[in-house]
């Protein structure tokens, strides 16, 4: 025969806070913002806790008489077990110096119960044949993840607890000996228009086909798993357009100072093989992984990156491009409202993990029509939502690339056209030198 199922509880740890609390006031300072009322399994135990945590936030002493007299004007004494047992609590011997260890008790029986009630969720909502199975794993995918995570949100946070935190990074961050507050991109410019890549933000890369976006993309991701953390930073990148071989292939150019082409061809010079092989050997110690699936939709990234933010840590997302992202196979879902789906998703799944998301977009072609070919944030390509939810949009251009006499042949400007947090450059940008046969980026230091 079957035991019964007992549901997760620890009634002595309850006990023993709520007993603790009596015997010292302290411990309900220590405590309060380690559990809320939920936790607690018995329901009078809930009760008593609220009880306990007004008579604080009222500045009132808490001890068994303020407690009692405020369950009495509450209506809520018998409920909370009555005058007996709330003494009892209060003289009950129970050591403080465990309260720690009390705490985690109910708090792992709480996310207990708070799984089984979220997987019987998902159980039930498994039987709605009006729910799409994508749209059912993505709500399981989500579920589980924020258990996971363990995370408490609420509907409010008072002004002192953000402001507290506000002053505590910007105290972290005036102990720096730079002015990079976020991710160090490898480019110095860049770094002082930005402050860094910040986590949570979504930072969007548009130029015009053959510009080089796809190679700055890499050359980004390159950096900032090399320069960040000692070199430890994880960086995924998804390509909807070339292979996981395409992609190294470029990064080894870039690194090696080795023809793309010739690596293709494997007809590299005898002199190069030693910096190729330097090259992949520095590339294998570093922590960047490739999707290359090209049906890749939305609900796909946010699993894999939730994946590996749980198992490796993840600290940089690459997805080339935008526009390639798999919408909802629905006749009557626009280009705009995809993209726009799109856009918002990618900003939300940025703060979901506490990254920063690079996604590069392309530009309509509305700009060959123009005799002044930089971009301009009306010709992102079905731009939808893409200009309001990105908090960077920068901009590739090559003059050489419209005009093959053009005096700046081998320049790139990136123009940063929209900095949430920061400043933008002017219509010229920041200048780069774009070396294409090796895939490489390199800021033009000016003389």
């Known amino acids: 025969m079957n035991a019964p199922i007992k549901i997760p509880s620890e009634l002595e740890a309850e006990k023993a806070v709520l007993g603790g609390i009596f015997m010292d006031q302290g411990v309900l300072i220590q405590v309060i913002d380690m559990l809320n009322c939920d936790d607690f399994y018995d329901s009078k135990h809930k009760i008593i806790y609220k009880a306990m945590q007004e008579l604080a936030n009222e500045r009132k002493t808490v001890d068994p008489t303020t407690v009692l007299s405020y369950l009495e004007t509450a209506n809520q004494l018998d409920q909370a077990g009555g005058s007996i047992y709330i003494v009892s609590l209060a003289e009950h011997v129970y050591s403080i110096d465990n309260i720690d260890t009390y705490v985690e008790l109910i708090q792992d029986a709480s996310f207990r119960r708070n799984a089984i009630e979220k997987f019987n969720t998902l159980s039930q909502e498994g039987y709605n044949t009006q729910v799409s199975a994508e749209d059912y794993l993505e709500y399981v995918e989500k579920t589980i993840f924020n258990l996971q995570q363990n995370k408490r949100t609420t509907s409010f946070r008072k002004m002192n607890e953000v402001a507290q935190r506000v002053l505590d990074e910007t105290t972290k961050n005036a102990t720096k000996n730079t002015e990079i507050i976020g991710l160090d991109t490898g480019f110095g410019e860049l770094n002082k228009i930005t402050q860094g890549f910040q986590n949570g933000a979504l930072i969007i890369l548009a130029a015009r086909p053959a510009m080089g976006k796809s190679a700055f993309a890499l050359n980004l991701a390159h950096n900032i798993a090399l320069y960040n953390k000692g070199g430890q930073a994880r960086v995924a990148v998804f390509n909807l357009e070339m292979s996981d071989e395409q992609l190294v292939e470029r990064m080894i150019a870039s690194k090696s100072q080795i023809k793309l082409k010739d690596i293709k061809s494997g007809r590299i010079h005898q002199s190069e093989w030693i910096r ?118 920068m901009f590739l251009y090559r003059d050489d690339y419209y005009n093959k006499a053009s005096e700046r042949r081998g320049e790139a400007d990136l123009i940063v056209a929209k900095n949430r947090s920061g400043s933008t450059t002017e219509s010229d940008g920041i200048p780069f030198m774009f070396q294409g046969e090796y895939q490489k980026f390199r800021e033009k230091k000016e003389d």
């Open 276 to 393: 190729f092989n330097t090259a992949v050997n520095e590339l294998s110690n570093l922590n960047i992984y490739f999707d290359d699936a090209s049906d890749t939709s939305i609900q796909s990234i946010r699993s894999k990156c939730r994946k590996l933010k749980m198992d490796e840590g993840l600290d940089f997302i690459v997805i080339d491009y935008l526009q390639l992202i798999a919408g909802e196979a629905n006749a009557k879902v626009t280009e705009y409202d995809k993209i726009t789906k799109i856009s918002r998703s990618l900003k939300l799944l940025a703060r979901e993990l506490e990254v920063p998301v690079v996604a590069l977009s392309q530009l309509s072609r509305d700009v060959e029509k123009r005799e002044d070919k930089h971009p301009g944030m009306a010709d992102l390509r079905s731009s939808g939502s893409i200009e309001q939810d990105a908090d960077i949009v």
